[in-house]
Each structure stands twice: as structure tokens, then as C-alpha cells.
């Protein structure tokens, strides 16, 4: 699912690893990323087809936060400074659960606190690795492969530029228009009559 989600949403591999809870809106069928590159935050598409799946795996993160607050071992999530210092007690909300949680609990190097960090990027990028393998796919393919296909794939179905660049966070268009030249010759959606 954190593949598909990477490719549905345009996102990068920390983007996702580092997503709340309340990063998510069914109703909205957005995503927030926030502190994305350049510490920036920007709005994306939540697939329809991905919500079940969302759902889903909530209800066992859910668990696993309830056991969590339960058991009392963690000090919550990591916040950012001026956020914790500002609330300090929203690192135990639900709110602020990670998407993806870590198996365990590690030590804050700074502050030192026992925390649930979220999922780290190796274990997405290493999955991402294996299933390629396992497909047989012999081109070189990593994790940001999918957001690659993700505004490709929007360009060739008839989106604007300035759409794309916004979804995937660019600040500069011609980051974003490097995908113009990886899109499929065929952008215009013309079938030759040759095709049929």
C-alpha cells in the first residue's frame, strides 16, 4: 500500500514515512505533506482508490497507538520543537500518530525520550527493491520511480504543467518540465488512423 500510495500521490519516500494521521482527508480526498523539501508544505490528490486500504490499516495503527498509550512507555511522537514546546502533550494525540509507525520504540539521539518513531526510508526503499525483483523488472527502478510515473503519467492524461508542479512541490516550473521530455511521444492522445 505505501507503494501504491507513494505513485497515487506524487509523493517522495520521507514524505510518506514521515505522514500523520491527520495528514489524511476521506473527505477532502487530499493529503498534507508537511515540512515536504525545502520545508515547504503542499496539498495533494488522495486516491479513491486507495481510502478502503487507508481505512484498514488505520484500524491497526489505531491498536497500536491505543497499546502505546495504554502501556505508558512512550512520550509520544516526535514534534517539531516550537510545536512541542508550544503543546506539549500533542505528541500523544492521535492526531500526530505516524501513518506508518515503527515496529518499536527507540531513543531520541537529542532529547533523549523513548519514542515510536515512523517506518524508516531503507525498510520502503528495500521492500520497493525486493518487488521489483520479484516482478522480473530488469530497468533500474527505485521508490522515486513512482513519482516519476505519477507526473508522467498526469501529463500524458491531458493535466497542466502548473497542476503538476504544485502536486509534486516544485518551486521552479522547470523542475517540473523535464517531465514534458519523459512523457510518452504521444501526448496529444491522437491515435494515428494507421492504429486503427
Not at 494521521?21 to 496539498?43: A, M, N, P, V
Not at 524508516?120 to 516482478?135: D, E, T
Not at 530488469?138 to 513512482?146: F, G, I, P
Request: charged share 25%; with cysteine; net charge positive.
Amino acid at each position: 500500500m505505501r507503494a501504491r500510495l507513494i505513485y497515487g500521490c506524487g509523493l517522495r519516500v520521507q514524505e510518506c514515512a514521515s505522514l500523520r494521521i491527520h495528514d489524511l482527508d476521506f473527505e477532502q480526498s487530499s493529503l498534507t505533506i508537511r515540512s515536504g523539501k525545502g520545508d515547504k508544505d503542499r496539498i495533494t490528490v488522495l486516491p479513491e482508490s486507495l481510502k478502503n486500504d487507508l481505512h484498514d490499516h488505520l484500524e491497526g495503527v489505531r491498536r497500536l497507538y491505543e497499546r502505546d498509550v495504554a502501556e505508558g512507555v512512550s512520550e509520544g511522537v516526535w514534534l517539531p520543537e516550537a510545536l512541542e514546546r508550544k503543546y506539549p502533550n500533542a505528541g500523544r494525540e492521535w492526531g500526530w500518530f505516524w501513518l506508518f509507525p515503527a515496529g518499536g520504540y527507540s531513543t531520541d539521539p537529542r532529547s533523549k525520550k523513548i519514542r515510536r518513531h515512523h517506518l524508516h526510508v531503507s525498510i520502503l526503499q528495500r521492500r520497493f527493491k525486493q518487488a521489483v525483483r520479484s516482478a522480473g523488472i530488469v530497468t533500474r527502478a527505485t521508490v522515486h520511480s513512482l513519482r516519476h510515473s505519477f507526473a508522467t503519467h498526469l501529463l500524458e492524461k491531458g493535466y497542466d504543467i502548473r497542476t503538476i508542479q504544485e502536486l509534486l512541490g516544485h518551486a521552479n516550473l522547470q523542475t517540473t518540465m523535464i517531465y514534458t521530455h519523459v512523457a510518452g511521444r504521444n501526448i496529444l492522445g491522437v491515435t494515428s488512423p494507421l492504429d486503427g
